[in-house]
């Protein structure tokens, strides 16, 4: 019964998980070419004096690192077609460390183009920094970028432009990925963000979906945060949150397709872990509070319906989860399930072939996808797949963990990813040698006990594992 059950759960959690982008891809997919030719075309300038402020909100981060990208975000305004443009630098860092990146952005702080605020008492976290960002800002629109994010001049005459002629209540610039180490897992990172990003951003807004704002890289009306009510404090998943409280309003974020924001990824396995980590539990936190609000929003109702599904994503990892607990107790208490008795069952038949269909149109729509937002071969879209999914594999119990307490709404500090220096000095992760250890175990007592069904099952893990280990680590 365990072995069954947990097949049957592994399955149609793969649904759920695939199946959702599949749909998506399949029914926007005739603007794929379309969207792609968007990207790097020559874009149109705007003519109107609308003003944008650039809030970064920060702390604790790598003053070279938030030097330089500061900098390049001052530069782009300056080359943009904008005529009134700001960045806005909200820290929550100590004098010294003000005074010093002051120090190192001194040209641009006496242009005015650049302004540095230390807020002297950092109540809130992340949120309150934005509020207090946007509040102070001069800008029509306020763009929210993260300090290592980038924009650059085309993007932004390509929104001056947007907003000149829409003026819409927010507009979204889809994510591109970029690394400062040369890692395997962050070239897997980056291919899998870029190619997300087309599909549940490009190919949703294309299908007129819901747009969720994005955490760094959306610009909103600041009459529209006024309304809203801004973000308000120690909110963990900001974007997602924003996201419900435009929906209440009965506003609905544009994209920016011919344009794009520039995301540092994550090099190493721990930085990565803590960055999904944060994501899992604030959007499932957020979707704890809000399914009402989302179902009662003024919007349409198959866009509120894929509103939660979009939201619920991470939350999916929690029944895999439990599926693959159910696996480890079968090993040991469940023999006799040898091929000839999984080849009688038909549950675990039909649940097999079920996987093996969805989980190849699902590789090969985002292989397609690298080929054509990439230019990536097949053989290296293929590779970078395979990286992620054995990122995936070893990760899948901590994000269902952790989106099991953002539903319960057990109460967890805010957590900030490590970047380049801080990344660099990073250990080893823990995770893939425990998973490693314990499907380790479960293929072992699965031998014994003759349950190749529970094998295979802990078997995907284990080699996820070892993987990560010998090549991401």
């Known amino acids: 019964m365990l072995t069954q059950l947990a097949t049957v759960l592994a399955t149609l959690t793969l649904v759920m998980m695939f199946g959702y982008h599949i749909i998506i891809y399949l029914g926007a997919r005739r603007h794929v ?15 109107c004096e609308t003003c944008v402020s650039i809030v970064v909100p920060t702390k604790g981060e790598p003053l070279d690192m938030l030097a330089s990208a500061t900098k390049a975000k001052a530069e782009a305004i300056k080359k943009s077609s904008l005529r009134c443009g700001e960045v806005l630098i909200i820290s929550d860092d100590d004098a010294d460390y003000v005074r010093e990146l002051k120090k190192a952005l001194r040209p641009y702080v006496d242009e005015g183009l650049v302004k540095v605020i230390r807020r002297e008492n950092p109540s809130g976290g992340r949120t309150g920094a934005l509020d207090y960002g946007a509040k102070v800002a001069s800008g029509e ?4 970028l993260d300090s290592d994010s980038k924009v650059s001049a085309e993007t932004l005459s390509a929104l001056h432009a947007k907003i000149c002629t829409e003026r819409p209540p927010a507009v979204v610039l889809p994510w591109k990925g970029y690394s400062l180490m040369d890692t395997r897992l962050a070239e897997a990172i980056e291919f899998n963000t870029d190619t997300t990003s087309f599909l549940l951003y ?4 294309a299908g007129g979906f819901f747009i969720f704002p994005l955490g760094s890289g959306t610009a909103v009306r600041k009459d529209v945060l006024e309304e809203v009510g801004y973000w308000g404090p120690n909110v963990i998943q900001d974007d997602i949150w924003l996201g419900t409280k435009l929906a209440g309003k009965g506003y609905m974020p544009d994209l920016l397709p011919e344009g794009s924001t520039e995301v540092l990824v994550p090099a190493k396995l721990k930085s990565f872990r803590i960055q999904q980590s944060r994501w899992a539990y604030g959007a499932s936190e957020i979707i704890s509070k809000t399914l009402d609000k989302i179902l009662k929003s003024p919007l349409p109702l198959g866009t509120r319906l894929e509103m939660v599904l979009y939201v619920l994503q991470p939350s999916i990892s929690i029944p895999l989860t439990v599926a693959s607990i159910l696996a480890f107790i079968a090993a040991f208490v469940e023999p ?4 000839l008795k999984a080849l009688h069952s038909m549950s675990i038949m039909l649940s097999a072939a079920l996987a093996e269909l969805v989980i190849l149109t699902y590789a090969a729509l985002h292989i397609n996808l690298g080929k054509i ?3 990536a071969k097949r053989k290296a879209a293929a590779v970078q797949l395979g990286r992620a999914a054995a990122v995936y594999g070893v990760l899948y119990p901590v994000i269902g963990f952790y989106s099991l307490l953002g539903l319960l709404r057990i109460k967890l500090s805010y957590k900030i990813t490590p970047k380049a220096g801080a990344e660099e000095e990073l250990k080893g992760d823990w995770v893939p040698y425990l998973t490693a250890s314990v499907s380790g175990a479960g293929i072992i007592a699965s031998a014994f006990s003759n349950n190749i069904v529970a094998m295979l099952l802990m078997l995907l893990s284990f080699i996820s ?5 010998v090549r991401l680590e």
């Open 33 to 47: 070419h379309r969207l792609t030719s968007l990207d790097g075309d020559a874009v149109p300038r705007g003519s």
């Open 336 to 339: 006799g399930w040898d091929v």
């Open 141 to 144: 629109y306020v763009l929210i």
């Open 202 to 205: 490009k190919l949703r807004w």
């Open 465 to 469: 594992s070892v993987y990560s280990i």
């Open 373 to 375: 937002i990439k230019s």
